[in-house]
DNA sequence: TATTGTTATACTCTATAACTATA
DNA sequence: TATAGTTATAGAGTATAACAATA
């Protein structure tokens, strides 16, 4: 089967990964709004369970967002009681962020919601198709150097 | 191997795409500032090739954005030479976009930029994973109706 | 009266830069 | 003097709503 060459840039891996990430993120978004939730408050709350307490900094690099979002994001998250933060008594500068038993409980629920929206999204694929894509993007986020669970 | 179920979002498909897709949306952006574009341009572009030259309501439904928003990114590249706007004689409420040779020439560009950014970003994978990971996007690019070269 | 395109406006997201407190 | 955090400000991007022209 020759495949003549693309013409535009909308059949590339990149391209696609682009509009579909957009499209699923706004459909995510959409899903945590029952939490009052954005996609950000979970990717903040996530950093928190996955790496422990951190301070806003640390948090920061790790979500590859500037400082100033991240005390936004705190502020609002402190203000619903899904964390805390506490001064580091060794060096008062630092506050170190940790979640709440409320901020667990959005967490579960926030990664329930992915769940279901996985389950849609690749509902027109096979079971190897499913396993095969689960498997080339935790790869692709490694390679990214990406936020993961199973580090 | 027995795999404990997930305790955040990080690891889901959609919450991959959507990081992954962002990422790579920023990169393409980079790479397309020589060639003062966006992204949204290049859909446009992109738009105009495949479906033909089509009414500017048209193009915002194949882009799914605002008809607001093609007004402007139209405005932007039919100062730079890249589209026409044609008033349809029969109904001349329509304006019709459609490329110029300085168009073909700046999506050519924009789609050599995108190919060069997916040798990139699957450079850690091997082949068979690069093809499957092409053919399962394209697989959902389908089924969620988005715009596409093969139709 | 309905539709296409345009303009005006406003909102969301996020970064940069200036500032405070602590080291 | 350097660093963690915060606040103030500004810009990009995009949508909504009002409007004009044409049907």
């Not at 849609?120 to 079971?127: K, R």
């Amino acid at each position: 089967m020759a495949k003549r060459s693309a013409r535009t840039p909308v059949g590339t891996v990149s391209f696609r990964l682009g509009v579909l990430g957009a499209g699923q993120e706004a459909r995510y978004a959409e899903r945590l709004a029952d939490l009052e939730l954005k996609p950000k408050h979970v990717a903040l709350l996530s950093a928190l369970r996955i790496k422990g307490a951190e301070s806003q900094l640390e948090v920061a690099a790790v979500m590859r967002v500037a400082p100033s979002l991240v005390v936004l994001l705190a502020d609002q998250l402190e203000a619903r009681g899904a964390i805390e933060r506490v001064r580091d008594p060794s060096d008062r500068r630092r506050q170190r962020l940790h979640l709440t038993e409320e901020g667990v409980r959005l967490l579960d629920a926030a990664t329930a919601a992915a769940a279901a929206l996985d389950e849609e999204l690749t509902a027109p694929l096979d079971a190897a198709d499913r396993a095969a894509l689960a498997r080339i993007l935790e790869r692709l986020a490694i390679a990214n150097d990406l936020l993961a669970e199973d580090i």
